[in-house]
Every structure is written in C-alpha cells, then in structure tokens.
Nanobody
Framework: QVQVVESGGGLVQAGGRLTLSCDAS????????MGWYRQAPGKQRELVAG???????NYAESAKGRFTISRANDKNTIYLEMSNLKPEDTGVYYC???????????????WGQGIQVTVSS
C-alpha cells in the first residue's frame, strides 16, 4: 500500500505564495502519474494540476500562470508552487498517486489525507 502525505498548507493573504509537498512511501511512484486536487466547501473535488510519469505537467485553467507542479529528483515527491493566491483557491488540497495528469483513471489510485489551504482577502 502506498502511503501519501501532504505538507505545507496554511493561511495566506491574497496575492501571497505557498508551496505544497507530497511524499509517497514507495519508489514505484516514480513511474506513476501524480497530481494535486482541491475540494472547496460544498463543492466536488477537482483537479488543480497533474504530472505524468515523464514529468509533463497539466494544469486546470484556474491554475495556469500561477501554479507550478514539479517532481523531485528522487521521484517520490511532488510539489505545487502557488503564487498570486486568490480567496477562491481556498480548500482542502489532496495529493493523488496513480490517476492520469488529466484526472482520469490510471494505473493506481492512492490519496493523501488532504491539507487545508486558506486564502484571506
């Protein structure tokens, strides 16, 4: 079983920056796509950014130009660098291992417990 752990969330003012990290427990994840999802209060979970096993990124329209997803050299960790944050970016952010970078069913489906990001206006 792959363990997925997110870190780096918190409270930030609008226009600020925050970087999320996601650590996966097994080296096998370096051959799997990974991604970040957000669930705002009262809304469905949605893809924010994904990265393929070959490290090609994909972004939701709301994230383009402001967020950057990347994978560490050890391949077991991904990051989400968020800048120019807006109140509508508020939500619980989840890391996924295994769904495609476009959020579709993939070779696996492992989720972290989620981490809160709150952007104040």
């Amino acid at each position: 079983q792959v363990q997925v752990v997110e870190s780096g969330g918190g409270l930030v003012q609008a226009g600020g920056r925050l970087t999320l990290s996601c650590d996966a427990s097994q080296s096998i994840v370096h051959v799997l796509p990974m991604g970040w999802y957000r669930q705002a209060p009262g809304k469905q979970r949605e893809l924010v950014a994904g990265i393929t096993s070959g490290d090609t990124p994909n972004y939701a329209e709301s994230a383009k130009g402001r967020f950057t997803i990347s994978r560490a050299n050890d391949k077991n960790t991904i990051y989400l660098e968020m800048s120019n944050l807006k109140p509508e970016d508020t939500g619980v952010y989840y890391c996924n291992v295994g769904r495609t970078a476009w959020g579709r069913s993939g070779p696996a489906d492992h989720w972290g417990q989620g981490i809160q990001v709150t952007v104040s206006s």
